[in-house]
């Protein structure tokens, strides 16, 4: 069975970086995408950033230019440097992996940024 492991997240202060990363404890083949989402207490589940199996990503506005997805294909491995980061950036982030047959979540890791 395949699960999501996030880690890097964590307390600091506006301005400052995170990098998280997410690792599959399995293989999952045939990858079609990995993902970072985020949510916020009160508030939806929103798409941060994604990236495609050959590489081409995508990006919230809200984070555009402040964020950078990048990926492992072979080690089913997702990362995302946050630098300048907000105090409205505050959420729960969880990664994603789509395959050919399934989507694949982790727990979620926090990060909060403080003002």
């Known amino acids: 069975q395949v699960q999501l492991v996030e880690s890097g997240g964590g307390l600091v202060q506006a301005g400052g970086s995170l990098r998280l990363s997410c690792v599959a404890s399995g293989s999952i083949f045939s990858i079609n995408a990995m993902g970072w989402y985020r949510q916020a207490p009160g508030k939806q589940r929103e798409l941060v950033a994604g990236?495609?199996?050959?590489?081409?990503?995508n990006y919230a506005d809200s984070v555009k230019g402040r964020f950078t997805i990048s990926s492992d294909n072979a080690k089913n491995t997702v990362y995302l440097q946050m630098n300048s980061l907000k105090p409205e950036d505050t959420a729960v982030y969880y990664c994603?992996?789509?395959?050919?047959?399934?989507?694949?979540w982790g727990q979620g890791t926090q990060v909060t940024v403080s003002s």
């Open positions: 994603t992996i789509s395959s050919r047959w399934d989507v694949y």
């Open positions: 990236i495609t199996s050959d590489g081409r990503t």
